[in-house]
């Protein structure tokens, strides 16, 4: 089975590109909701980051208190990889293990970091979601009322555009409408049809 990794930056669009494909009946295996079951009170990965951070990372419901765990991680490159420690290697065992009962001809896999990670072994062929900063802002603003200095430092915080532009395999140029993102969408997964034949 032909593995796509679909990847961009924050407002780039991932979201609104996977869904597109569900359309399509292709499968989607989105790496946050998986990071997100992982760290479910009761979980293995939950009692490791209590163990690294303390008990202040959980908040009064017994849950994984996520907006003190980014302000702990966000300019703390060891304690970013040591939480990238507990969390990667579960993330992609439970992607792959997902993987394994698929029939489709490809499967795409949403994940946000991969060029951040250097897990690029773990698909076949990576799929950009790109736009310009300013409709990234733009975006995020709309989405999460965040301020703009915010949405400038996890921009910044996540690989240079540049730099996963010479990591993708195809782009998907995302600041039109809708009905221009569909067409392209139709053309990949066109593409990938033909790619998957070539696959074990």
Do not use: W
Not at 81 to 104: G, V, W, Y
């Amino acid at each position: 089975m032909l593995i796509i990794g679909l990847t961009g930056g924050i407002g780039s669009g991932k979201s609104t590109v996977a869904d597109l494909f569900r359309q399509r009946n292709i499968p989607v295996i989105d790496t946050d909701e998986i990071a997100r079951e992982l760290v479910k009170p009761g979980q293995p990965a939950l009692k490791e980051i209590v163990k690294l951070f303390g008990s202040e990372i959980i908040n009064n419901q017994g849950e994984l208190n996520r907006q003190l765990l980014a302000q702990l991680t966000f300019n703390n490159n060891q304690a970013r990889k040591n939480l990238e420690a507990i969390l990667h290697p579960r993330i992609f065992k439970c992607m792959n293990d997902q993987i394994q009962h698929l029939t489709s001809p490809y499967v795409i896999t949403v994940i946000p970091l991969l060029i951040e990670t250097g897990e690029l072994n773990q698909v076949n062929h990576i799929l950009l979601v790109d736009c310009p900063e300013e409709i990234q802002i733009q975006r995020v603003r709309q989405r999460d009322q965040r301020d703009e200095q915010q949405i400038k430092e996890i921009i910044n915080a996540q690989a240079t555009r540049k730099e996963r532009l010479l990591a993708a395999n195809d782009i998907i140029e995302n600041q039109g409408d809708i009905a221009s993102l569909d067409a392209k969408i139709e053309k990949f997964h066109q593409k990938f049809l033909n790619m998957s034949q070539d696959q074990p």
